[in-house]
């Protein structure tokens, strides 16, 4: 008789525990992306505005903080490094 293979209790487990992980992973994952979402619908007129205007609408948008502090950014965007330097 052709028996098919069998996984053995350790494996079971062991894929178990790794499916498990990378599901609460992609969970924590998606909880971050509509945290960000909800962030963003609650700014949308504010960005918006910042954005076809060009500057903010209000004081509380200009002093909120940012994230581009570890981006090391050394110059101004929309400008390449050699307008920069001359």
Do not use: K, W
């Not at 209790?9 to 499916?19: I, P, Q």
């Not at 992980?21 to 909880?31: D, E, N």
């Not at 509509?34 to 948008?61: K, P, W």
């Amino acid at each position: 008789m052709n028996r098919l293979p069998q996984y053995d209790s350790r494996t079971r487990s062991f894929e178990l525990g790794a499916f498990v992980s990378l599901g609460l992973i992609a969970i924590i994952l998606i909880g971050f992306a509509l945290r960000n979402a909800g962030q963003f619908a609650q700014e949308r007129e504010c960005i918006i505005d910042t954005l076809l205007n060009g500057q903010a609408v209000s004081v509380e948008m200009a002093g909120a903080p940012t994230n581009h502090s570890v981006t090391n950014l050394s110059g101004t965007p929309g400008r390449s490094r050699t307008e920069h330097a001359s």
